[in-house]
């Protein structure tokens, strides 16, 4: 948790910008709330929301507060423990001494929440946030039946999250380094024989040990051309590929997230380093074109031409660059964008709208493959935080897909591209600040990632 003039100074930067947006009326915050696994004492790991940590700063279950946007007036609702909490929880905190680490004066008990609400709205306007929880769903049904979440509140909020500060920004380094740890970890215990999750188990151990634990479930596999693979059953077989994606979630609830990818007998087949190669020179090329002034979109395009560049080499596809790029030739090969905003969550708050935070006024999501799920296309500004993870995936079902339907079938080698058909698939992601000059890194120091280094690496 930070200092409490940390928060007092959020609060009071969200209540300016939504005056400046002619807003009035309240803001109402809701903290997540215990979700039983099975039954009610027996709860998946607690994780509180990700805005209300930012403006409110407790991570404790059962939390709501109001914000006047007209008097600046804040209450906190919660509750002091009762015996039976105390038999179970040890003695706590008075939520008096809790509101006052994040400046708050008054608190009222949680059950008063609603009464207090119906007595002091009558008509005001009530600003929420879209719920990420469907407790946090029924709640503000029954609080307030109908109302739909707050679009200006939405872009307020967003306004600010989106612009790391520099304690953040210091939190997330730490998140990274952390990250880096668990990945060497990782990398140093790839064993043919081994099944993939006795890696996992090994790894997650640093994001335990060291912090709250993983920023997202762990992607550890032979099999990297499923994006989001979280099987790890498969014995490692010697001259594959091992994606790994994963990060720490900091004490602090800073994300990082890094992927790379590993040759299982530590060095890369010829056929497995050409297209690393290209991966890699992509990720590369992202990183030296992030800057302020440019978009996230352009930098997603000029990446997906340098791929199409590579990908022509080995001839897997042919024809005019540009011509390709528009048609969305990369797409079959990366079907994800190159990135995502990244802080208190690993993909940051999608839960308000991927538009919302990805795209500026001006921009339109597309609908091409690849694209099309480009998470965080804005023109960069200092203080943003992002990742650059291109890839190249090798998806018979998808190329099949796109042989039958005669999609792109100027531009791609579909013979070719058949002795790719068991290659996997190759992401190198790296998390990067924004910064007035251009952009870094986070965290000390980078994962190895050039094809040298991460043969070297697996000496
Ligand atoms: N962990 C999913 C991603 O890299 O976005
Ligand atoms: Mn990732
Ligand atoms: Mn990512």
């Keep these: 948790m930070f200092g409490r003039e940390v928060y007092e100074r959020r609060r009071k930067t969200l209540l300016v910008r939504m005056r400046e947006a002619g807003q009035s009326g309240l803001i109402l915050f809701i903290g997540n709330a215990e979700a039983p696994?099975?039954?009610?004492?027996?709860?998946?790991?607690?994780?509180?929301?990700s805005s209300w940590l930012y403006y409110w700063g407790l991570d404790e279950p059962l939390m709501a507060a109001v914000l006047s946007i007209d008097s600046g007036e804040e209450i906190l609702f919660a509750d002091d423990v009762d015996m039976d909490d105390i038999i179970w929880m040890g003695p706590q905190p008075s939520v008096e001494s809790?509101?006052?680490l994040v400046g708050v004066s008054r608190h009222r008990p949680y059950s008063e929440l609603p009464g207090w609400l119906q007595e002091r709205t009558k008509g005001r306007p009530v600003h929420f946030l879209p719920p990420s929880r469907y407790y946090n769903t029924l709640m503000l049904e029954k609080l307030l039946p109908g109302a739909?979440?707050?679009?200006?509140?939405?872009?307020?909020?967003?306004?600010?999250r989106l612009i790391k500060e520099d304690i953040e920004i210091e939190a997330i380094d730490y998140a990274c380094d952390l990250g880096y740890q668990m990945h060497s970890v990782a990398r140093d215990a790839i064993e043919v024989g081994l099944v993939e999750q006795e890696i996992v188990g090994r790894m997650?151990?640093?994001?335990?040990?060291?912090?709250w634990g993983v920023s997202f479930p762990t992607i550890l596999t032979l099999h990297g051309e499923t994006l989001h693979n979280h099987g790890h059953a498969a014995v490692i077989e010697p001259g594959k590929l091992m994606v790994i994606d994963a990060g720490v979630?900091?004490?602090?609830?800073?994300?990082?997230?890094?992927?790379?990818?590993?040759p299982t007998s530590g060095k890369f087949t010829q056929k497995q380093k050409e297209v690393y190669q290209i991966v890699y020179d992509?990720?590369?090329?992202?990183?030296?074109?992030?800057?302020?002034?440019?978009?996230?979109?352009?930098?997603?395009?000029?990446?997906?031409?340098?791929?199409?560049?590579?990908?022509?080499?080995?001839?897997?596809?042919?024809?005019d660059l540009d011509e390709m790029v528009a048609a969305g030739i990369a797409g079959l090969f990366q079907p994800h964008g190159l990135g995502h905003n990244m802080g208190l969550d690993v993909h940051d708050m999608e839960d308000l709208g991927e538009n919302l935070v990805g795209y500026?006024?001006?921009?339109?999501?597309?609908?091409?493959?690849?694209?099309?799920s480009l998470r965080m296309a804005r023109r960069l500004v200092p203080g943003h935080v992002i990742t650059d993870e291109p890839g190249i995936y090798f998806i018979p079902a998808l190329i099949e897909k796109f042989k039958k339907e005669g999609l792109g079938q100027d531009f791609v080698n579909y013979a070719k591209l058949e002795s790719y058909y068991d290659f996997g698939g190759i992401r190198i992601e790296d998390d990067v600040l924004i910064?007035?000059?251009?952009?870094?890194?986070?965290?000390?120091?980078?994962?190895?990632?050039?094809?040298?280094?991460?043969?070297?690496?697996?000496?």
């Design 360 to 372: 500026d006024p001006d921009q339109t999501r597309a609908k091409q493959l690849g694209l099309g």
């Design 98 to 100: 809790k509101a006052a």
């Design 37 to 49: 696994a099975q039954y009610k004492d027996n709860c998946y790991k607690w994780r509180q929301d």
């Design 435 to 459: 910064t007035a000059e251009g952009a870094r890194r986070l965290g000390q120091k980078r994962l190895p990632a050039s094809v040298e280094e991460v043969e070297a690496a697996m000496q």
């Design 282 to 319: 992509c990720n590369q090329l992202a990183f030296s074109l992030a800057k302020p002034g440019i978009t996230y979109r352009d930098v997603h395009l000029a990446t997906a031409r340098k791929m199409l560049e590579g990908l022509s080499a080995l001839g897997l596809v042919k024809g």
């Design 249 to 262: 979630e900091s004490n602090e609830h800073y994300a990082s997230d890094f992927t790379r990818t590993y």
């Design 204 to 211: 997650e151990a640093v994001a335990l040990s060291k912090g």
């Design 148 to 160: 739909a979440p707050s679009e200006a509140l939405i872009k307020a909020v967003i306004s600010m």
